[in-house]
């Protein structure tokens, strides 16, 4: 705590009204009580920001004349409650100094955790301020009454059907990445909407429900709504720090992927989102563009997402839908070790975005695909970043697989030196009659530290129907036959067994 006190800026805003506001540094008190704020930024903001210029005046004293509402709502409640310290970005964060900007949002996810309280504008346009635009039949029901006997009576309390789930989830400043860590970070929120919505760790409460019981929600959470994390252009800093931040006081992850989730975590694949139309696959003569993938994949590992670069509108980053939770994992590698390395991260300098090798073990061979068809469509790419491809097994078995590619290729790439891995296998629990098998494109780059060593080039996936009895298995022996849930359960246990008497081969992954 003391080490982040002296990295940390705060506004001090005194106690009363007059009280002088002036920023300060390197406070000692490490059980120091701050309140922090969750806004949008308006034309008004950058008015009064801290820069360069003004630092060493703030220190004596911040002019609040022109200071937006919510700044001055703010510091009313700060001094109300008794708390002597707000942080607001615009005021605490240097915005004319890049370094600056840098270390502090580092920071962030320490500023949410250990602020006292957090204060969320929630519905910006009901109000400039911290005020609130109630709904009077959501917070004071209609009471409605009718004589059952003559001697009794029945009432019936009236509200507006929502929720705070659903009326928080609307709010445009939960639509933002970063307000998104800000929430999931905060020990307390005091949500400022059509009502006033409390949320900590213990529990939950509004105007309307004054307690946990019938109220039927939930923090954010990353799986909730992912495209908060990655429908943004990913050459923002601010994605980067959103899942750092979330990830470091969660669950720590390895250049974005979740640690606990990886093998999963590894088939993501790039969408586009403009079919029918050239994305910017269509640019791939274009140097500058060409350049910015190159960048990307030299700060960060290619297994990623961070490694691939999206754009706002056009692309962005996806997992399978059948790797959410109802779905059962059966995994076809394994994650050995881990290697950090020490090549520079792009973005900020975070050790969860720091390029990483992974040496991964498996007990299947590579899949064998017509690699020459497929790098004739990759070299002509213009709509799509999608192929099949017809893929075969070491049985010589054949089956049709889909193929999600990274990226327009960079350098040279051989057709013999493309592989596709198999990573994992997944069936909805309930269901017996699909199975999916989901893996990585690979391109062998080398040998390095003894071992075949690999760079990650798209996802593949493929469907295995029970349905159609005369379809092959991509993995020679992964499953026999079966036609009932029971059946394939046991199939699964024969599967496990066969897999643990295979020798394993492995690979690097760079």
Known sequence: ??????????????????????????????????????????AETPKTNLKTHNKDKYHQSIPTENWPQIYKDAVALSRTLGIRYVWIDSLCIIQDDGKDWNTQASLMHRIYTHGYLNLAHACAEFSP????????ISVSPCVLARTRTASSREYWACFVNYTPSSDLARAPLYSRGWCYQERFLATRTVHFSQQLYWECKAGHASESFTGDKGLAWSR????????????????NDQSFSTVFGVSTERDWCVAGLWKKYLIRQLIWYR???????YDEFERIR????????????????????????????????????????????????EVETIIPLNSQALHLGYPGFESSALILRTAFDFLGFDAEQLLSKWESWYSTCKADARAYNGDMCQFQVLINLDRPIIGVVKKEDLRLLSISMEYQAGRWDTVWIEGILLEEVGVEDGLPTFRRMGQWSHRYDMDTCTQQSPIPGLLGSFDTKERLEIELGEFRKRRESLPFHRYKLV
Not at 129 to 136: K, M, N, Q
Not at 271 to 277: A, E, F, I
Not at 299 to 319: E, H, V
């Open 1 to 42: 705590m003391a080490e982040f006190l002296e990295k940390v800026r705060f506004i001090d805003v005194g106690l009363d009204d007059t009280a002088t506001v002036r920023l300060v540094e390197r406070i000692k008190d490490t059980n120091v009580k701050y309140i922090t704020l969750s806004y949008r930024w308006t």
């Open 129 to 136: 301020g911290l005020e609130v635009t109630r709904d009077p």
């Open 220 to 235: 954010g959470s990353a799986s909730s709504n992912p495209d908060i994390l990655t429908s943004a252009d990913q050459a």
């Open 271 to 277: 969408v586009s989102h403009r079919h029918g139309h």
């Open 286 to 333: 274009d140097t500058a563009y060409h350049a910015s993938f190159e960048k990307q994949l030299a700060g960060f590992p290619s297994w990623s997402w961070a490694s691939c670069p999206t754009s706002p509108g056009s692309s962005s980053i996806a997992w399978p839908g059948h790797t959410e939770p109802e779905y059962q994992n059966e995994p076809l590698v």
